[in-house]
């Protein structure tokens, strides 16, 4: 098995390019949370922190990967939904949500925060739907 990378999370203050490309990066992150681990692991700021029991709304969206294990993702409008290994798995902004590995087999997630106008159009577009906000089936290119 290869070596993964360690863990981490950044929070990028905004930027121009919330401007000139009408998007912006403004989180990102990688976590392996091995089986039987709290999650979610480690401090986030206090508007992205959250636990099971409560879960969360975020101002942008959020795009989740889970590279390996398997858990449940739940998000108000579209129901709970169980998570594989290669799925991804899209958090719309201001809406409720809550997701987690399963105890027995953990996970190993990446994922990218993205916000603005660019953002806001695709929503009024209906990209995202309930229908489209899990996809599975991920490959690796190569």
């Known amino acids: ?56 709304i975020l101002e942008a969206l959020q795009i989740v990967l889970i590279v390996s294990g398997r858990g449940t993702f739940e998000m108000r409008g579209i129901g709970t939904t169980a998570i594989v290994a290669d799925s991804a798995f899209a958090i719309l902004p201001r809406t409720w949500h809550r997701y987690r590995p399963e105890p027995a087999t953990g996970w190993v997630e990446s994922w990218v925060e993205v916000q603005g106008p660019v953002i806001a159009e695709l929503l009024r577009a209906g990209v995202f739907t309930a229908e489209t906000v899990v996809r599975s089936g991920a490959t690796t290119a190569g």
């Open 1 to 56: 098995m290869p070596l993964l990378p360690p863990d981490y999370f950044r929070y990028f203050l905004p930027s121009r390019d919330l401007e000139v490309w009408g998007l912006g990066v403004t989180a990102a992150g990688f976590t392996h949370v091995k089986p039987g681990s709290n999650y979610p692991p480690g401090r986030h700021p206090t508007d992205h922190d959250f636990s099971w029991e409560h879960g969360r």
